[in-house]
């Protein structure tokens, strides 16, 4: 463990001293009860034998009567001359290592107050949205005219084939003809291989002196786990085809999709569009039972938003 030697500052001063003085440099104030050691980043290992001992030899003891700090070697105060007695010694501290700081965003400059342009701007801008939105919500009611139709229909078909899947071994489903099976990689576990000693910080030994700290880290290495991936030929149900018909009359219908031997219907979507004249053309789309209802050349009373959709029929 290596041995660093740190800092402790005056009270009365606030000179920076060495962690083994045991006077201020500056003023001469004796190290007191009170004075904390710190460590600078970059402090360099302690290599000399004499103070690699007097680290070890163990924490300052407090004098009981006038608070100084004395080497625990020594069995009076070497200020007031008291004996050592029962007095406490510093406490030993573990000093975790903590992150550098993120660096300090800077604030860009904001100007005491906007200038009588930017003001006019915003409030242009703000008058400008709130007109849009009025206008493109506002809803009014016309009378219309119904000028035409437009319709739509599908009709999805499905087909029972032989398809080609894979999976895993046990998910593989009943009936299924299994073609080839090979061994692929299912999902990775973490195994530990080993530790390492890593620094986890300091210990103040509290006598001005500093020891680096180290924990053992695991060490892991991802193991691959291998199971059977199973390629197989299964029948299913398959989208196929989509039969379609239009037209712009009122006369919608379904198409024919003419089924064949392994084939069925699989789903039916429709979309029914009315033309409406007023102020301008509209396009509506409508339910089955409210399009067949209509009639060309029909009035209608309807509710128009922003003056271009219709939103309801009345």
């Known amino acids: 463990m290596a041995i660093r030697e740190g800092k402790w500052r005056c009270p009365y001063c606030s000179v920076a001293n060495r962690g083994a003085a045991m006077a201020c440099s500056g003023c001469g104030a004796t190290r007191g009860k009170d004075v904390a050691f710190f460590l600078d ?16 030899a163990g ?8 608070g100084d700090a004395n080497a625990p070697e020594r069995d009076h105060c ?53 007109a849009a939105a009025y206008f ?3 809803r009014t009611d016309e009378t219309l005219t119904v ?21 895993w071994e046990g998910s593989v489903p ?32 509290g006598n001005g002196f500093f020891e680096d700290v180290y924990r053992d880290e695991p060490i892991y290495r991802e193991r691959p786990v291998y199971r059977t991936r199973m390629t197989y030929d299964v029948q299913r149900w398959v989208p196929d085809r989509t039969v379609q018909a239009s037209g712009q009359d009122h006369a919608a219908h379904w198409p024919d999709p003419h089924l064949r031997s392994g084939e069925r219907e699989a789903s039916r979507a429709e979309k029914l569009v009315v033309l409406l004249d007023g102020r301008r053309t509209y396009r509506m789309e409508l339910p089955e039972a409210r399009w067949v209802a209509l009639r060309p050349g ?8 922003g003056g271009r959709s219709v939103l309801e029929l009345k």
Do not use: M, Y
Request: net charge positive; glycine share 6%; aromatic share 4%.
């Open 298 to 305: 029909q009035a209608v009373s309807a509710v128009i938003r």
């Open 174 to 205: 009943a009936g299924a003809r299994v073609v080839s099976r090979r061994p692929e990689v299912h999902h990775t576990e973490r195994d530990q291989v080993g530790t390492r000693r890593v620094k986890a910080g300091h210990r103040d030994l």
């Open 59 to 66: 924490a300052d003891w407090l004098c009981s009567f006038c």
């Open 78 to 130: 070497r200020n007031c001359g008291a004996e050592k007695g029962a007095a406490p010694s510093r406490p030993v501290l573990d000093v975790p290592l903590t992150p550098p700081p993120p660096p300090r965003a800077v604030a860009a400059p904001s100007p005491r107050r906007l200038r009588a342009w930017a003001v006019a701007v915003l409030l242009v801008l703000v008058a400008f949205v709130v």
């Open 136 to 138: 493109g919500l506002r």
């Open 147 to 167: 000028a035409g139709f437009e319709w739509e229909r599908r009709v999805a078909v499905e087909a029972w084939r032989t398809v080609r899947e894979q999976a």
């Open 41 to 56: 980043g970059d402090a360099p290992e302690v290599t000399d034998d004499a103070l690699i001992a007097r680290a070890r």
